[in-house]
């Protein structure tokens, strides 16, 4: 049976269906877990950019655990301990709910915090929302709500903080414009994005596509003012974070089109240019010929979703 449809199989009525579907979900995600084990060791040669070593967070991999070891999102967890007044933190991606699971660090601060956790997988909003029972934080948080983008678009709110960690490399180009303008418009002057995203894809034929500060400041530039990175983290994998501030501008979904197809486009050129250097390893030219099939592929999809749209 389909990942899908076991994930759709955990809302049924039927308790022991759910249950089973739940099981199966697990043992799937024990079998990934241990398929990066084995590629961590098979892999000797880090890719192209010079990082230390590939930052393993491929969808559904990083659970709460991981989480608790990474150092720079407990620098953005303490920033939420010092929250003024009640916000609301949108956790886009929120996956299985690593997020929460620190969140618990922030104590009675907690309940300053509507807390909405968005992501595309039935599965892993419903994984989330156990992690936030586990953790001890869903009754201690102002509210607690997991909705999928559609549900979240349609939603009247105001957005003080929104966190993408890991999600921006398995965002669709073709998801993306439409997102970027309903969180925009959603937020006010003064607002933050924080995005936490790795610099090396683990899983390159999984249609991922990677983000470097470029990529970030020709998607932000008008909309928000942008700190500096990358960022190293204590464990040494390089991360790249991006703190932004949101500016009092406006944001119409043309644009944002126009805009995220010209990052990609961007992309495009600068992995075909490296892809065309001389010298590479042969693991450097399989990682790039993967990167440069992906964004290819996303573009190439995106044209045609407007060709058809039109
Ligand atoms: C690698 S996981 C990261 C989960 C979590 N944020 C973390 O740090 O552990 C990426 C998550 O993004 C979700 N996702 C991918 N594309 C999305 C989209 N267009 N809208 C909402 N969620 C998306 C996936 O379903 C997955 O749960």
Known sequence: MHKEELESLLKSDNKNVASAAFEILHSIELKEREKIKIFKKLKKKPAPTKTKSGYTTPSGVMDAEDMLAD???GALVDRLKFVPDSITVVD???GKGAFLGRMKEIGRELGKIHYIGVDISRGNRYLAGLTA???GVADKLKSCDFMNPDEFFRKDVNIDHVFFSHVF?????KYLPELLYHLLSKMKAGSRITI????TLVEPERDFVTWDADDFDMLFSDFAES???????RRGHELISVD????DTDVDLESMRKRCLKVYEHKEKKVGEKLRAHGLSEAEDRYLSALYKNINLQLNEYLKSIRIAE
């Open 92 to 94: 886009y991606g929120c």
């Open 196 to 199: 936490l995203e790795q610099v």
């Open 244 to 247: 932004l501030e949101r500016l």
């Open 133 to 135: 029972k586990s953790c």
């Open 227 to 233: 700190s500096p990175r990358p960022h190293q983290t």
């Open 169 to 173: 490399h398995e965002i669709c180009l």
């Open 71 to 73: 150092a720079h999102l």
